[in-house]
T-cell receptor, first 114, second 118 residues
Framework: AAGVIQSPRHLIKEKRETATLKCYPIPRHDTVYWYQQGPGQDPQFLISFYEKMQSDKGSIPDRFSAQQFSDYHSELNMSSLELGDSALYFC?????????????FGQGTRLTVV | QQQVKQSPQSLIVQKGGIPIINCAYENTAFDYFPWYQQFPGKGPALLIAIRPDVSEKKEGRFTISFNKSAKQFSLHIMDSQPGDSATYFCAASIPFNAGGTSYGKLTFGQGTILTVHP
């Protein structure tokens, strides 16, 4: 079965640079979520999109932005990177209009800021 | 402020043992409670989930017990194996509301590192 695909899997950036993370949800899923997971921590919700519209926002820094495109893939753009942005970034998708609440996660992008 | 509190932080059992991980929540609007298993460097994988209208759910070796009045739920792993060694997260979410206030975001517990010795 198709899963959530994230790219790249690993990314190394310098401070103050910009990074773009991509997410391809499970086909026909209508909702995409982004989470950030620091070392030894639980995933923290950043932002979500339902049917390509921003639906919910968590503790996402103003330096970060995200969007969902017509083909339902999503991108998380991170600017002015800081050392503290080093983390695993996960995308998840679900099918909310089918009242299926299960969220399926991708393998994540490990961002290292040096 | 952690809306979902998980314990213990770490747990060591022998093969065949039954580790139990507990979670407690405050927000009574939560109505969906999944458990995720995560291996190092990998994404969380959905194990099993429960809604408040049932007190117990079993899937294979995994069982969720749910106590709505106490606002607590727990994961039991029967006949644990070394391959079960991973970090386990409980989570909770509020019902999807297309009217515009809830879209299923997950609030996670702090995680439990489980080690199963051979």
């Amino acid at each position: 079965a198709a899963g959530v695909i994230q790219s790249p899997r690993h990314l190394i950036k310098e401070k103050r640079e910009t990074a773009t993370l991509k997410c391809y949800p499970i086909p026909r899923h209508d909702t995409v979520y982004w989470y950030q997971q620091g070392p030894g921590q639980d995933p923290q919700f950043l932002i979500s999109f339902y049917e390509k519209m921003q639906s919910d926002k968590g503790s996402i820094p103003d330096r970060f932005s995200a969007q969902q495109f017509s083909d339902y893939h999503s991108e998380l753009n991170m600017s002015s990177l800081e050392l503290g942005d080093s983390a695993l970034y996960f995308c998840a998708s679900s099918l909310l209009r089918g009242l299926v609440t299960e969220a399926f996660f991708g393998q994540g992008t490990r961002l290292t800021v040096v | 402020q952690q809306q979902v509190k998980q314990s213990p932080q770490s747990l060591i059992v022998q093969k065949g043992g039954i580790p139990i991980i507990n979670c407690a929540y405050e927000n009574t609007a939560f109505d969906y409670f999944p458990w995720y298993q995560q291996f190092p460097g990998k994404g969380p994988a959905l194990l099993i989930a429960i809604r408040p209208d049932v007190s117990e759910k079993k899937e294979g070796r995994f069982t969720i017990s749910f106590n709505k009045s106490a606002k607590q739920f727990s994961l039991h792993i029967m006949d644990s194996q070394p391959g079960d060694s991973a970090t386990y997260f409980c989570a909770a979410s509020i019902p999807f509301n297309a009217g515009g206030t809830s879209y299923g975001k997950l609030t996670f517990g702090q995680g439990t590192i489980l080690t199963v010795h051979p």
